[in-house]
């Protein structure tokens, strides 16, 4: 079984004025909805366990689901009461994710139009030894990941203002910055260093860049240490629509991925 779970439940903020009455899961492009576009994407990539997280107008893409005839493939966790941010999100969605099955989930931004090639993801997250594999490129971006030279994730650079994370992180020379996707994939086992981080924090609603960077932050000892590695897709072609510039390119593409 392939399983993917879809970050849906965001207020799309910088997408006003369409998500004042809409979630931006269903901000057309082309014509489709984003959240239809990333079924299709994962239905077509072999993926035939989906979930999807909902607070902001959950209703409409509930919906949606139902209209579309989905509403047995996709199961929906439901953050209407309190929404979770990322992490906390995969956190809560864990149950529905995982169950007894020990298999890898691939989680995907609803706001990424992308060219990567979901199966081999996961088949070189299996191939390795990586309880997180993120997906980078050398794409540009203002925010880039750190890994060292054995791809494991070491910190986190803001390029505009300087700024490294985790506290007290300085890049050395073996290591090098890429671009995070909003793609990666998470196996089981990260499930008890969610909840260790939620209680150690005090709170479940948490974004999994402060988890992953907590984590690149401990001694390599750390009862919950885990594992986390790039995976590298050098010619990426990706584009987050999550901001009217990037939806206005979106729309002007005559080919999507």
Known sequence: MMKAFILAAGFGTRLKPWTLEHPKALVPV??????????????ASGFDSLTVNVHHFADQIIDFLKGEGLEEQVKVSDESASILDTGGGLLEAAPLLFGDDAGPVLVHNVDILSDAPLRQIVERH????????????????????????????????NLKSGEFRPEGFAMSADMHERAFSGIYVVSKVAVKALEAYAAEIGVRKFPIMDFLLHNAALPEDADMKLKINEIELPELNLIDIGKPETLREAQSVAMLF
Request: net charge positive; glycine share 6%; proline share 4%.
């Open 30 to 43: 082309h014509g489709v909805p984003m959240l239809r576009r990333v079924i299709d994407k994962l239905n």
């Open 126 to 157: 299996n191939a390795s030894d990586a309880d997180i594999s993120l997906v980078a490129s050398p794409r540009d971006s203002s925010r880039k990941l750190v890994f060292d030279e054995r791809g494991n994730l070491r910190g986190w650079h």
